[in-house]
């Protein structure tokens, strides 16, 4: 069973514009929610997590968003830019055990 | 360079061949895992362990065997291979408690089996 969603495959942004990705899950003990950043041909690289007690995180141009009572949680990124062109996984952390979703391939045009 | 480093990075194998997939860190990290990447499925834990002779199973372990007999090494396994295992494979790392601060990767290994 997948405990981590990503229901959109991909997502078109224009260069300076904001990206939404999204993220659901089902399992209400995960304590810990992270954002991984791909590129092709390399592994995954940590770009931002928020704990489960908290409703916001904020690094930089991205911002996490978490709502515990819709199991639900959003990646922005504001301004967006060509660099931001990525597979983007959502993970869930509880104990050892992150569960990852789908991913979301992000293309920012210039 | 610090990091996690995983060899080979691409393999062939044919159906019933047995092979062993390498991780090295080298940032003293207790927590080490491995993960498959399949499309439309995200990855998915195979085993993971917390330090040298502690090991566990994750959500798709079968037909696949780990140790950890020192902190920096963690090698996969494959029995006998099928080609339901064909797939990237990554290993990952962390101090141990401090996973919510994101695990370091190694950049894959490409698997296909025949």
């Known amino acids: 069973d997948q405990q981590v969603k990503q229901n959109s495959p991909s997502l078109s942004v224009q260069e300076g514009r904001i990206s939404i990705l999204n993220c659901d899950y089902t399992n209400s003990m995960f304590d810990y929610f992270l954002w991984y950043k791909k590129y092709p041909a390399e592994g995954p690289t940590f770009l931002i997590s928020?704990?489960?007690?908290?409703d916001k995180n904020e690094d930089g141009r991205f911002t996490v968003f978490l709502n515990k009572s819709a199991k639900h949680l959003s990646l922005h990124i504001v301004p967006s830019q060509p660099g931001d062109s990525a597979v983007y996984f959502c993970a869930a952390l509880n104990n050892n055990d992150m569960r990852f979703g789908a991913g979301t391939r992000l293309t920012v045009k210039p | 360079n610090a990091g996690v480093t995983q060899t080979p990075k691409f393999q062939v194998l044919k159906t019933g061949q047995s092979m062993t997939l390498q991780c090295a860190q080298d940032m003293n990290h207790e927590y080490m895992s491995w993960y498959r990447q399949d499309p439309g499925m995200g990855l998915r834990l195979i085993h993971y362990s917390v330090g040298a002779g502690i090991t566990d199973q994750g959500e798709v372990p079968n037909g696949y065997n780990v140790s950890r007999s020192t902190t920096e090494d963690f090698p996969l396994r494959l029995l006998s291979a099928a080609p339901s295992q064909t797939s990237v494979y990554f290993c990952?790392?962390?101090?141990?408690?401090?996973?919510?601060?994101?695990?370091?990767f190694g950049s894959g290994t490409r698997l296909t089996v025949v």
């Open positions: 990952a790392s962390s101090y141990l408690g401090w996973s919510q601060r994101g695990y370091t």
């Open positions: 928020i704990s489960s007690i908290k």
